[in-house]
Every structure is written in C-alpha cells, then in structure tokens.
Antibody, heavy 117, light 112 residues
Framework: QVQLKESGPGLVQPSETLSLTCTVS????????VSWVRQPSGKGPEWMGR???????AYNSALKSRLSISRDTSKNQVFLKMNSLQTDDTGTYYC???????????WGQGVMVTVSS | DVVLTQTPPTLSATIGQSVSISCRSS???????????LHWLLQRPGQSPQLLIYLVSRLESGVPNRFSGSGSGTDFTLKISGVEAEDLGVYYC?????????FGAGTKLELK
C-alpha cells in the first residue's frame, strides 16, 4: 500500500538549516510526484514545493530563495532543505503524493518542527 | 497567488444534519485544458489531511457518498448529507489550477 513517512529533527536553532527526509513505499518516484506541505499550529496548510516524477522541481515563490528539494530514487526518498529558519517556520511538515488530477492523495504522518534557541 | 475563502469558519451540526461549506476563489479555477483543479480535504483531530473529493465533484475511493462537491469558476461547495461523528474535523479546499497550489483557511465542523 502507499505510504509516506517524514523524518528529521524536531528542534532547529534560528538561522540554521532544516533537513527532512520523506521515505515512500508502494509507488515509484519516477511515476508519481511528491510535494512538501507545511502547517503552522492551528492554521491552514501551505504548499512548499514539488519534486516532479521526471526529476524537475517547483517551488513556492515565497520560499524559493531558502528551499531546495531533491531525491534519491534508489532509496525511494525525497529530501527537503530549507535555510535561514525563523520562529514562524515552526509547524508540522508533511510530504504528500501529488497527482495533478487528484491533488494530494496520500499524506505522511507529518513531523513537528520547532524553531527555537 | 490565488486566495481561497472558506465560509463559515466554524460549523456546528447535530448527527444526521446536512451541512454545506463554501469555497470561493479570487480567480477562476477553470484551467485552459478544461479541468478545474479544486479539491477538498478533511483533517481529523490529530491526523494528517485526507483527500475526499477531487476535480470539484469526484469522490475519492473509499469516501462515503454522503459527501458531494459542486461548483464552477470561482464558487464551490462541499455538502455532507447526514453528518456522522467521524466527519468531525477541519475541511480544506485546495486549488492546483494556478501556481502555486493554495489552500483555504479551513472550516471546522464540530458537534452542536
């Protein structure tokens, strides 16, 4: 069955870099795209960026200068790196399977990231 | 960016009641290819969001048919015909017609 699982540190210092990994199973990264979506506590989700099935990437312009998404298809993993973190980057970070027709049809459990010194 | 405005922000319902949630877009969501990439998600308390409806009105596999979606252009509606306890949570509309994908602020469905 389709599964996605995020992993990474729960606490990041201000101005530091966040590195998250999304490990997928049940589908191929060369057939489906994966997006990163974050959600501040008590607020609506925000789309961050996408790793297309063909290896291309797309980013939310609001985050583009700080964000990088990459993948390792041999390990079924998609990576997120975002630098210069601030306190308003605190929230839950999700990876999702992303299909153009269906949108975000499968979600990981999410990883809570707190930016604090 | 496209702004999706959901109303009401909070909805109180009794079990068995039918309710509707509105999602209004700042731009038409009709893509040049003829598709309208407007979808609905439900986030139950403490859980990740799950897809309920895609392309305005198509029910995702495994989703009960008491959920239905309608609308076109800039105005969309999610209807629940007979609320059940498991339907409680926050509903989000999301659009993928115009980059970047954007989400509504959510409508919280709670028990009256």
């Amino acid at each position: 069955q389709v599964q996605l699982k995020e992993s990474g540190p729960g606490l990041v210092q201000p101005s530091e870099t966040l590195s998250l990994t999304c490990t997928v199973s049940g589908f191929s990264l060369t057939s489906y795209s994966v997006s990163w979506v974050r959600q501040p506590s008590g607020k609506g989700p925000e789309w961050m960026g996408r790793m297309w099935y063909d290896g291309d990437t797309a980013y939310n312009s609001a985050l583009k200068s700080r964000l990088s998404i990459s993948r390792d298809t041999s390990k079924n993993q998609v990576f997120l790196k975002m630098n210069s973190l601030q306190t308003d980057d605190t929230g839950t970070y999700y990876c999702t399977r992303d299909r153009v027709i269906r949108g975000f049809d499968y979600w990981g459990q999410g990883v809570m990231v707190t930016v604090s010194s | 960016d496209v702004v999706l405005t959901q109303t009401p922000p909070t909805l109180s319902a009794t079990i068995g009641q039918s309710v509707s949630i509105s999602c209004r877009s700042s731009q038409s969501l009709l893509h040049s290819n003829g598709n309208t990439y407007l979808h609905w998600l439900l986030q139950r308390p403490g859980q990740s969001p799950q897809l309920l409806i895609y392309l305005v009105s198509r029910l995702e596999s495994g989703v009960p048919n008491r959920f239905s979606g309608s609308g076109s252009g800039t105005d969309f509606t999610l209807k629940i015909s007979g609320v059940e306890a498991e339907d409680l949570g926050v509903y989000y509309c999301v659009q993928g017609t115009h980059a970047p994908d954007t989400f509504g602020a959510g409508t919280k469905l709670e028990l009256k």
